[in-house]
């Protein structure tokens, strides 16, 4: 039997809940969007009075950067005074009025070196660092890769014993999709070409014995994602594609060759040409300004990739309620997949409130019967 392995959104919710009691260490495989879990604390109005720092990179520290001895000659001994990336000191810690909790979070915390992660343990344990206890409210959370990546993070039991550790699995396409490309403005292209390839979002482990592909082999199946058994020219990941997406907004400033270069060495050689290729659809779909002023008679491209990028596109770049209007009447055209996706897309943005008192929008959800 194996523990179930949790979504992005489900161990968010988790550190939210029990982080203020108890340490919640995540693991996962390389490049799956641990270390985001710190930007939702910065992002949560919840934590808006909270000092909500950015990681603390565990294999960078030192004794030293831990906590310092200060030595007090007048009384004839020595306090441990914290680092000041910890946001914990003698005007901001338990049992002083107007203290700010804090959000601590410890990256690759299972690489570190065996004394520093003794240091590290009075933090993790009773969040404590040197003579000084963190506010009422605090959270300290960490992430780690799996042991079976072959990156050397490994925890002795005295030290395991003091934290939850949870497994975070892949996201999946669309969750990847709604609930982080578009919200945070990824390129089309990339959207694009994640919806054409849902495998880059499978696991490796997904391969191995009483993996949903077992028996299969994941270097002829899925080369792009990672394959802890091969060194790769690179892999297909959640933060790769947020790399790549930078990269394809600022293309405008490099050659093809330079831009296929550069995806190439982001995502892979095999991925990098996928994207590049989605990438050249860009010049056989209309503008999106051509869409919002005449969504009737405006050409459809009969290329189902061209269709994929182009309806991620035009919801990336609707602003207005006329423009998502027009929007609606040129998807409706398309084939009904591609009104599916552009439903999903909707369905989990802010731009919900206003798609959905468009009379178009609700006819095509009744004609597909898809509802929000």
Known sequence: MQAPMLSHKQV???IKAVGKKRTVIVQGETGVGKTSIQEEFMRDPDFKDYHVNRAIECTQLSDGSIWMPDIDRELGVSRELPNE????????????EGSKPVVLF??????ASNPTKCMIAPVIHDHVVGIYEAPEGSIVWGATNLAV????????MHLRTRFKLITMRKPTQPEWANEFAIPNNLHPAIIAATALHPEWFDSFMDYEKNGKYEGQTLANENPCIHNPRLAQDGIVSPRTLHSASDSLHEAHFMDRETLLADLCGTVGVTAGHIVMS??????????????FADPDNTMLSNNKSAQVLQVFQ???RATTRDDMASVVRYVRRMHVEMQTIFRHSVEKSVKNKVFSTIAEFQSMLQDNRLFI
């Open 85 to 96: 990336r910890f946001s914990i000191n003698a005007k901001n810690r338990k049992g002083v």
């Open 106 to 111: 410890f990256d690759e915390i299972f690489k």
């Open 314 to 316: 035009l919801f990336n």
């Open 149 to 156: 990546e072959g990156l050397g993070d490994s925890v002795k």
């Open 278 to 291: 989605v990438m050249r659809l860009v010049n056989d779909i209309p503008a999106p300004e051509r869409v």
């Open 12 to 14: 968010y919710a988790l």
